[in-house]
């Protein structure tokens, strides 16, 4: 029996989309490549728990494939791989190209921050023989979610001389953790009949520390006064010499405590606190790291305060973009703003996945579906594009044209249905300086939750994608 096409059957394939998942596309040698690849993430994940670990951990990874500190001022020629820290909180990678710095800049730019609860500048406080932390919770949180899991602290006191030291408690073995608590079922009738939204208030976000009073060095009950808050202190004096009069000066962070783990019988996902957004932050700077001689100059942007606003001088509305692109310029005979003009930047967030058990916030079609590749996101914002950057159709097909050469797993991609609610990136502060930029991030599920999921499948995706944009 002949199986002959018909002109239908042919035009069909020849002319439509279909999206296909990795495990449809992909050959084995290329499933294990991407296993192998999200173990050096994991490692990352459990490293990095905020910006300003972040910021170490890549500048350990920099200096080890020959990255050296850069200052404002410093002379710049082809072939430099420099970085420059930014206040320990954020970082801007650099490999100076061969060809014109007039052709442009490559530009990813990811952020390191993520949500989570920073202690308050007053902190500490007893209540009824407990110890306990307030916080004021930073970036887009649901406040349930924190409630009744192990809690990390994590961050750094600055102290009056200008000493800081770093705190990191609750994720060794042995450490222990802090926690929120909850009210029992038996007792949560009036919490229940409340709106998910507002059944937890963010005064109401305050962390138990310890449970005992201080004691003398007899062994005696203190009769001081504020014994448990004095016991903390005590314990943070002995063990980081700080005053209580230096939270003033800290930024102490409580996040979620634990590792990186691999999810479900097949390892194919990766859960963890923080994927948003280390999971397009590692592919960025490891294909920068990786790549080799190519001729265009390169930038990694890791910035800080995206999930606040891009607000500050870590964040990515800060000058400072614009000011590294002037000291390109400036050492390298170029005109910046020819330099802007021809500069090109993938801003590398992450998109919501298409999640099965809530179907009804999502629109299919053109939802990021999870382990089909790293999402592209044309346009974001809410209610009408509002606050989107919409990269131009020229760009976005330059930048098809780039995944295709290089054989990228790659997808289109917004956030949910229209009117449903929406988020923003930093691409539209970057476009700012005219400079063509669209989004492209690794798709979450659980986005901004204590343990946000991904796929391994779309995490290689993400490092194929930027080290296509880095040949
Ligand atoms: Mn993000
Ligand atoms: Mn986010």
């Known amino acids: 029996m002949s199986e002959e096409k018909t002109k239908g059957q042919t035009l069909a394939e020849e002319l439509f989309y279909k999206k296909k998942s990795a495990f449809e596309l992909w050959s084995e040698d290329e499933r294990k490549a991407a296993m192998s690849y999200c173990e050096g993430y994991s490692a990352f994940l459990d490293d990095a728990k905020t910006e300003r670990e972040a910021v170490e951990a890549a500048i350990a990874m920099l200096s080890k494939a020959g990255f050296r500190a850069y ?28 060809e014109p710095i007039e052709c442009g800049v490559r530009i990813s730019a990811a952020h390191i921050d993520s949500p989570r609860l920073d202690l308050k500048q007053h902190p500490l406080y007893e209540s009824e023989g407990f110890g306990y932390f307030k916080t004021h919770y930073y970036g887009g949180i649901r406040k349930y979610q924190w409630a009744t899991i192990p809690l990390a602290l994590h961050g750094a006191v600055t102290k009056m001389d200008g000493e800081t030291v770093n705190v990191r408690i609750g994720d060794l073995p042995g450490d222990p953790v802090f926690c929120l608590t909850d009210l029992l079922p038996h007792l949560a009738k009036d919490q229940n009949s409340r709106p998910l939204g507002s059944a937890f208030t963010g005064e109401g976000m305050n ?7 201080y004691f003398e060095e007899d062994g005696k009950l203190t009769p001081a006064s504020d014994k448990v808050k004095l016991a903390v202190m005590a314990y943070l004096n002995e063990k980081y010499g700080m005053t209580e009069s230096d939270f003033m000066s800290a930024e102490l962070c409580i996040v979620p405590a634990g590792n990186a783990v691999d999810v479900g019988f097949d390892r194919w996902l990766i859960g963890s606190y923080g994927h948003d957004d280390r999971v397009c932050a590692y592919p960025a700077l490891t294909a920068m790291i990786e790549n080799k001689d190519c001729p265009h100059t390169l930038m990694c942007v890791l910035a800080d305060k995206e999930e ?10 800060c000058s400072l973009i614009v000011d590294l692109i002037d000291e390109l310029a400036r050492n390298l005979n170029g005109n910046p703003n020819v330099i802007r003009a021809n500069s090109m930047c993938l801003s590398a967030d992450v998109n919501a996945g298409f999640d099965p058990n809530y179907p009804e916030v999502y629109e299919k079609r053109n939802t990021a579906i999870v382990s089909a590749g790293v999402a592209m996101s044309k346009y974001t914002g809410s209610g009408g594009k509002g606050g989107t950057n919409d990269a131009s159709a020229e760009f976005v097909a330059k930048i098809r044209a780039m995944f295709k050469e290089h054989n990228v797993l790659w997808q289109t991609a917004e956030l949910g249905k229209v009117d449903q609610g929406g988020g923003g990136t930093v691409a539209k502060y970057i476009a700012k300086a005219n400079i063509d930029t669209v989004d492209l991030g690794v798709p979450v599920l659980s986005m901004h939750a204590p343990f946000e999921i991904v796929s391994k499948a779309d995490v290689y995706s993400a490092h194929k994608a930027f080290s296509a944009f880095c040949k």
Request: no cysteine; charged share 15%.
């Open 71 to 98: 200052k404002l001022g410093d002379a710049l020629q082809a072939g430099d791989k420099v970085y420059y820290n930014n206040r320990g909180k954020s970082l801007y990678a650099m490999v100076v190209g061969t």
């Open 308 to 317: 606040t606003g891009s607000e500050g001088v870590t964040g990515m509305q």
């Open 207 to 213: 962390v138990l520390i310890s449970a005992s009073p």
